[in-house]
C-alpha cells in the first residue's frame, strides 16, 4: 500500500522568506501527487497535482513543487511567504483505479511571523 | 456556483446516539468520499462510492455506514459502534477521468 510522510509536523518562517516543505512517499510506480492547503475548520483546497510529464509543476497561490523519482519526494516550495499562507498543508498521493482514492501524510502546520 | 455542501458544520450528539453527517453535491461528480481528520493523523478515509447505488469501505470503516441513492448525495451515519466518534469530518468529490478532489467545508462533530 502507498504511503505518504510529511516529517515536519510544525514549520515557522518570517514574512519574505522562502518555503519549503517536505513530502515523501512510498509507492511500487509512479503515483499521482497532490498537494492541499487547509485553513483552521475549513475543507482542504488543491494547490497542485503532478501526474506525469514536467517534473516541476506550478500551482495557485505562487506555489510550486518538484518531482523527484530518486528521491520519491514531492517538495512544496514558495519563494516568498506571505501572512496568508499560514495554515496547515497536506501532500497526498494517489492511484488510478481502486477507486482513485487518496492517501494523505499527517500535515505540515505553517506558522508565518511578520 | 457549483460545489459541495456538507450540514451541519457543529454537531453534537450524546454517546450512543446514531448520527448522520450530510453531503451534497452539484458538480455532476461520479465519485465521492468521506474522510476523517484527527489532530496528527491527517485524513484516513472511510468510505468512498464510484457510482450510485454502489460503495466501499476503506481504511477505517468500523462504525460507520454510507448510502448512495442518488448522484448529488453521500450521506455518512456515525454509529453507536463507533468507539471514538469526536472528529472532523470531510466530504469529497471527483469526477471521472480527473483525479483530484473537491472537498466540502467539513463537520465537527463531538459526542459527549
Known amino acids: 500500500a502507498q504511503s505518504v510522510t510529511q516529517p515536519d509536523i510544525h514549520i515557522t518562517v518570517s514574512e519574505g522568506a522562502s518555503l519549503e516543505l517536505r513530502c515523501n512517499y512510498s509507492?511500487?510506480?509512479?503515483?499521482?501527487l497532490f498537494w492541499y492547503v487547509q485553513s483552521p475548520g475549513q475543507g482542504l483546497q488543491l494547490l497542485l497535482k503532478?501526474?506525469?510529464?514536467?517534473?516541476l509543476v506550478q500551482g495557485i497561490k505562487g506555489f510550486e513543487a518538484e518531482f523527484k523519482r530518486s528521491q520519491s519526494s514531492f517538495n512544496l516550495r514558495k519563494p516568498s511567504v506571505h501572512w496568508s499562507d499560514a495554515a496547515e498543508y497536506f501532500c497526498?498521493?494517489?492511484?488510478?483505479?481502486?477507486?482513485?482514492?487518496?492517501?494523505f501524510g499527517t500535515g505540515t502546520q505553517l506558522k508565518v511571523e511578520l | 456556483d457549483g460545489g459541495i455542501t456538507q450540514s451541519p458544520k457543529y454537531l453534537f450528539r450524546k454517546e450512543g446516539q446514531n448520527v448522520t453527517l450530510s453531503c451534497e453535491q452539484n458538480?455532476?461528480?461520479?465519485?465521492m468520499y468521506w474522510y476523517r481528520q484527527d489532530p496528527g493523523q491527517g485524513l484516513r478515509l472511510i468510505y468512498y462510492?464510484?457510482?450510485?447505488?454502489?460503495?466501499q469501505k476503506g481504511d477505517i470503516a468500523e462504525g460507520y455506514s454510507v448510502s448512495r441513492e442518488k448522484k448529488e448525495s453521500f450521506p455518512l451515519t456515525v454509529t453507536s459502534a463507533q468507539k471514538n466518534p469526536t472528529a472532523f469530518y470531510l466530504c469529497?468529490?471527483?469526477?471521472?477521468?480527473?483525479?483530484?478532489?473537491?472537498f466540502g467545508s467539513g463537520t465537527r462533530l463531538t459526542v459527549v
Open positions: 462510492s464510484q457510482i450510485v447505488n454502489d460503495f
Open positions: 458538480l455532476n461528480h461520479d465519485a
Open positions: 509507492y511500487g510506480a509512479t503515483p499521482y
Open positions: 503532478y501526474f506525469s510529464g514536467d517534473t
Open positions: 469529497a468529490s471527483r469526477a471521472a477521468g480527473e483525479d483530484g478532489y473537491t
Open positions: 497526498a498521493v494517489g492511484l488510478t483505479g481502486g477507486g482513485n482514492k487518496l492517501t
